[in-house]
């Protein structure tokens, strides 16, 4: 390792400003604090934030309180490895937990890909100072130097060959952990920067410490708390976007035995049951009628944007890029490309739908339930108890899969308010319906691209227009949203959508134009709707060169982008493409990119067209990926072939529209994600390049994807997809 | 009358029209078995009726009479008491989970499968664990663990 740049020292303002996240909101309602709304956790970590992370407890194992969520990412566990690194212990002897909101500082919420690439330093660091605090507590025990010690297996080793172990420093079963002024010494040498020694864990493949947990079925997630005093609630949530409750007719849910509340929250916008079990609960909801209305009319819902009128009235809020001279024309028009693309809504459908539990007194709130962003449960349930933020305490759980979706959980906020209307516990579960039609989704895309290479195979000029949502400002309160949306261009609706090549008359616009349905992160944001319209678009300009989609690529790739070469010559390898024999009805495509500037990708996909059964499948998938250093191979190598099913299923399968202002897709009968017997065959290399540091891997190697497969069924078809999801209708169509 | 895992257990008269899933979960306190869809599409909530995979959200209490239910807190090694089942052993040893949410309904699909096919080829893995969704990509080593647990190697598709 030789990346020694310091903890990142942003200022709250500066970085607001540099995740678009409503700073012009800010300073607009600065005069009204009050009226401000709950925030997201986006503050990176800065020192002091970790004097608690890393403890060492009086048995002289390690506790780890980890400032990540997990749902499945295993970021927990790299971090835990690295934390394992410094204080060279062994996975036996540390402990990882989950920590509740009273446990530590705020920490940044974990979305981005950001658990392993933000924190592995920052967590690093605190790590190594608690090991050096500890050496210079053995020393005074000793009688020695701090120098004179050596470093050992959870402990030191004094000159004279006497072992110092860790447990022996823990004073009256007091657990150790840094104060402030042990952030006043420089951030001593990390093991993590030369990770040569036998005891570094970096590069080891840790299983989960919960696994036998999750295979037993003895993994708790947020649906399996339970409290003996606890009761139950059925909610009733808006069935489509804008409507208010106005009335219930409880009919024969009122005189039931079991029934604690029948509660009609006007100002939230919710109906429940509580009762005393689960059974009555649930049992009523066809009994009950609730009436909703619509008063101020549904509209701005699309479950698709046409850019063309855009393009005609040459109307874009943003400009990404704008240099040389777009307008130069092709030598050639037989070298122009103009293309559309299109993706549609898409909605997570993680497995888990998404529950909670709440306790609320006069005094105080506690909340169990999963969430990407803890800190902002928290502080919106103490907004809408009336409650201060240390009155409320989230205890996070394990999430059955969260992909973006669980920023917030409007679970917890119905629980907290039933358990104080009931004077009890209350659970409140969501059922996959809930969240088909009440989480926030992924919004369309629409794509206009304008591009010319010259006769030997380089591209002139790239013009890309497109039009979508704001995604990370999605859910910004409505009393807001003109402010945001006046002067924050969204970076997350823009992700990826500058392509890595090199241009020379290069122009970039977008819109981003805020919809009634509720939009907010989805996994990689724009970063694949984006990639599925630029690597189809080189795919063409290369099919008019008449050159190898690879090598085009290669050709058009700038210096500064070698290590996306180097990904591409190696997918090429693992794939055999350059002696690639497809059959009839066979074809391969490729397709590349750079996720967030820093992890390189390239995909190779074979697919098969069967006529007789009318499919086509994906048969393989070949990939290579550039994370820089790996903590934990067997993770990083799950998140990869995760990142292509998610992308073979967004190809092929999924789409929400929208009706009447409602979902049409309501479960997975109708919004269908890869099966078993779908999946590809997967080929995986990640290139060992240990002088980069982690870079994110969580969302990396799902951009490329859908193009990869469109390129490929281009190959086998000479059919061009131009909007996703396809399947062999669309092939079947003559043109 | 009704056994699950080997226990006998009796079933209060109102709750006859319950879903099996939520008598496990909420009744019993069985909450390995998971709820996902609630319409038998994503097998989550697979459990064994009989010694066969079934959804236990599509069974209604009143209509399991004297069935034999197996959850994922009932499988047990055939041989020994003290270790775990040998697929969830190739759960471990293949790292299968992510968020693990789906897991304990592949892996009493995965057990009824080598019930009745004690070495399944790639496509018969496919077919009968088709009805399992994972939506954080664990089919693969799925695949790889079934094959495992088969005592074969894994291989290609």
New interface residues.
């Given amino acids: 390792m030789t990346n020694n740049k310091p903890l990142k020292q942003v200022s709250r303002r500066k970085f607001l400003v540099n995740t678009g996240w409503a700073a012009a909101g800010i300073t607009l309602l600065s005069s009204c604090q009050s009226l401000l709304p709950a925030f997201p956790s986006t503050s990176s970590p800065e020192l002091e934030d970790g004097l608690l992370w890393i403890q060492l407890m009086p048995s002289g194992e390690v506790q780890f309180l980890c400032p990540r969520m997990e749902m499945g990412q295993g970021a927990a566990v790299g971090l835990t490895q690295i934390v394992a690194t410094e204080l060279k212990v062994d996975q036996a002897h540390i402990q990882c937990q989950t920590p509740s909101t009273n446990d530590l500082p705020r920490f940044k919420l974990t979305v981005g890909s950001e658990s392993i690439a933000v924190f592995h330093r920052p967590v690093a660091i605190m790590a190594a100072r608690l090991r050096e605090y500890l050496r210079r507590e053995a020393a005074l025990k000793a009688d020695l130097h701090p120098s004179d010690l050596k470093h050992s297996n959870a402990g030191f080793i004094s000159p004279d060959g006497s072992v110092i172990s860790y447990e022996s420093l823990v004073i009256n079963t007091v657990p150790v952990i840094l104060g402030n002024k042990d952030l006043e010494t420089p951030a001593p040498a990390l093991y993590f920067d030369t990770p040569t020694s036998d005891t570094s864990q970096i590069g080891k493949k840790w299983k989960h410490p919960n696994i036998q947990a999750i295979v037993t079925g003895q993994m708790t997630y947020s649906r399996d708390v339970k409290f003996p005093d606890m009761a139950f609630a059925t909610v009733f949530h808006p069935p489509f976007f804008n409507a208010k409750l106005m009335d219930v007719n409880w009919g024969g849910a009122k005189d039931k035995p079991g029934i604690i509340n029948l509660i009609k929250d006007l100002e939230n916008n919710f109906a429940a049951i509580v009762a005393d079990n689960p059974f009555i609960a649930s049992s009523l909801r066809n009994d009950v009628e609730v009436l909703w209305q619509s008063p101020d009319g549904i509209k701005n819902v699309t479950s698709n944007f046409d850019i063309q009128a855009h393009i005609e009235t040459d109307d874009f809020e943003h400009e990404l890029i704008s240099k040389g001279n777009v307008d130069t024309p092709a030598t050639d028009s037989r070298n122009t490309i103009e293309s559309g693309y299109e993706t549609p809504v898409y909605t997570h459908a993680g497995l888990e739908p998404r529950s909670a539990v709440a306790s609320v007194s006069g005094t105080s709130a506690e909340i169990w339930c999963g969430s990407q962003d803890p800190f902002f449960v928290r502080d919106r349930v103490a907004r809408l108890l009336d409650f201060d933020e240390d009155q409320v305490v989230v205890h996070p759980q394990r999430m059955g899969g969260a992909f973006g979706g669980r920023v917030f959980c409007r679970a917890a906020e119905e629980a907290a308010i039933l358990s104080r209307k009931s004077g009890l516990p209350v659970r409140v579960q969501w059922s996959r319906e809930d969240e088909f039609q009440n989480s926030y989704f992924q919004p369309p895309f629409s794509h206009h691209i304008k591009a010319s290479v010259s006769h030997d195979g380089t591209i002139i000029n790239w013009q890309h227009d497109f039009l979508s949502a704001p995604i990370i400002t999605g859910q910004v309160p409505s009393n807001i949203a003109w402010a945001v949306d006046m002067f924050v261009a969204d970076k997350g609706t823009s992700r990826g959508a500058i392509s890595p090549y090199n241009i020379t008359n290069h122009r970039i616009r977008y819109s981003d134009i805020r919809q009634d349905i509720p939009v907010g992160a989805w996994r990689g944001l724009g970063s694949a709707p984006n990639n599925f319209a630029i690597e189809s678009a080189i795919d063409e300009l290369a099919e008019i060169s008449q050159k190898d989609p690879i090598q085009f690529r290669l050709q058009n790739l700038p210096a500064k982008n070698a290590r996306l070469a180097s990904v591409l010559r190696e997918v090429s390898t693992l794939s055999n493409w350059d002696s690639r024999a497809p059959a009839e009805n066979e074809g391969y495509g490729v397709a590349c990119s750079i996720y967030k500037n820093e992890t390189c990708v390239a995909i190779v996909a074979k697919i098969k067209i069967d006529h007789q059964t009318e499919d086509v499948t994906i048969s393989d998938i070949w990939c290579a990926q550039d994370n820089g250093t790996t903590i934990n191979p067997d993770l990083v190598e799950n998140q990869v072939v995760g990142n292509i099913i998610w992308g073979c299923s967004i190809t092929l399968k999924e789409r929400i529209n929208f009706e009447a202002g409602r979902s049409m897709q309501t479960n997975f009968d109708d919004y269908e994600i890869l099966r078993h017997n779908e999946c590809p065959n997967i080929h995986i290399k990640l290139l060992a390049t240990k002088d980069t540091p982690p870079l994110p891997v969580g969302e990396a190697a799902l951009a490329p994807v859908s193009a990869s497969i469109t390129n490929a069924v281009y190959a086998a078809t000479k059919r061009r997809i131009r909007q996703l999801p396809f399947d062999y209708d669309v092939l079947s169509i003559d043109t | 009358m009704l056994y699950i895992n080997d226990k006998q257990v009796e079933i209060p008269d109102?709750?006859s029209?319950?879903p099996l899933v939520?008598f496990l979960?909420?009744?019993l306190?069985?909450?390995?078995?998971?709820?996902?869809?609630?319409?038998g599409?994503?097998g989550?909530c697979t459990v064994h009726v009989n010694g066969s995979a079934a959804r236990s959200c599509q069974l209604v209490l009143k209509d399991l009479a004297t069935a034999r239910i197996t959850?994922?807190?009932g499988?047990k090694n055939p041989d020994r008491t003290d270790a775990?089942h040998p697929v969830?052993d190739a759960?471990?040893k293949e790292?299968?989970?992510?968020?693990?949410?789906?897991?304990?309904g592949q892996?009493m699909s995965a057990t009824a499968l080598l019930i009745e096919n004690p070495q399944p080829t790639d496509a018969e893995?496919?077919?009968a664990?088709?009805?399992?969704?994972?939506?954080?990509?664990?089919?693969?080593?799925?695949?790889k663990a079934i094959h495992t647990a088969a005592g074969g190697q894994a291989h290609?598709?």
């Avoid at chain 2, 790292?95 to 304990?104: F, I, L």
């Fill in positions: 109102e709750l029209d319950t939520q979960r909420d009744y306190d069985l909450t390995g078995t998971k709820f996902g869809c609630g319409k599409l994503c989550a959850t994922i807190e499988l775990l969830q759960w471990i790292a299968v989970p992510q968020c693990g949410y789906c897991q304990p892996i893995i496919s077919e664990m088709s009805g399992n969704l994972c939506r954080c990509g664990t089919y693969p080593r799925i695949r290609d598709k």
